[in-house]
């Protein structure tokens, strides 16, 4: 048996051995691991469910894709509404060091003692590897989670794909390595270029809260402890403030 043989058989087993009684909730975001789980599932012959959050600010061509290739997926619009319209609303631009946005928009909490299927692999960054040191997890709330591909490398997930036939999306083929939220402040400055060039309606709208957020806070004394604004400490303009937040580069000293 190949080693990608294995790594299936030994994913579908993990996947029936954790089946609880009345099925998985499957999270879903229509990414290649979210792809490869889904299909694995199925392989598996397990009860799933499958659930993805609405973010307003994924690509258009994936929104297009799951709609198209994955219409049994149930989709979890945002309360707070549009994403852009809620950053004129807060006036604070996500970044690396703060981000409301993730809880907010992109991440799934299934309900209370309920096992879920994600599709985190441990290659995509150190704090998942160290976060996640077992395939299977307890969780608050009596909730489980199930993470089927989590010792895949990229590699081999495609390996998966191809070889198996799974639909993913046509970005992949155009270059894309990652598909999440256009202008994630956790994405690098290149990547972020390629984004913003494929879909510069995202930069001007990611730009405007920049502008928003400066006109509401630049100037007060809006920091922790009644001090002066954070962004006062680091930039003379909106325009630097700006530059910054799209070169992805540590905050400037002054």
């Not at 099925?23 to 469910?49: M, N, Q």
Request: net charge positive; with cysteine.
């Amino acid at each position: 048996m190949s080693e990608i043989g294995s790594m299936v058989d030994s994913a579908v087993s993990l996947l029936c051995k954790h089946e609880p009684p009345g099925g998985y909730y499957g999270c879903f975001s229509g990414g290649k691991d979210s792809c490869a789980i889904k299909a694995l599932a199925v392989r598996a012959g397990v009860s799933v469910t499958w659930h993805y959050n609405v973010t307003t600010i994924d690509p258009p061509e994936l929104v297009y894709f799951i709609r198209e290739k994955h219409k049994d997926v149930n989709w979890h619009r945002p309360r707070h509404g549009n994403f852009f319209r809620r950053l004129a609303v807060k006036k604070v631009v996500p970044t690396r060091r703060i981000r409301w946005c993730c809880a907010e928009y992109k991440e799934l909490t299934p309900p209370k003692s309920v096992t879920s299927i994600k599709g985190i692999r441990a290659e995509e960054s150190p704090k998942r590897r160290e976060r996640y040191p077992a395939v299977t997890k307890a969780g608050m709330a009596g909730r489980m989670t199930v993470f089927p591909v989590l010792h895949w490398s990229s590699d081999e997930l495609w390996a998966y794909l191809l070889d198996n036939g799974v639909p993913y999306s046509h970005l992949y083929d155009e270059g894309f390595h990652r598909l999440g939220c256009v202008g994630c402040p956790m994405i690098g400055a290149a990547q972020l270029e390629i984004e913003f060039s494929r879909w510069p309606i995202f930069r001007e709208k990611w730009r405007a809260g920049i502008y928003a957020q400066w006109a509401r806070y630049h100037g007060t004394m809006a920091g922790r402890g009644g001090k002066i604004w954070w962004a006062d400490d680091h930039f003379s303009t909106v325009e630097e403030m700006w530059d910054w937040w799209v070169s992805r580069k540590q905050l400037p000293g002054r």
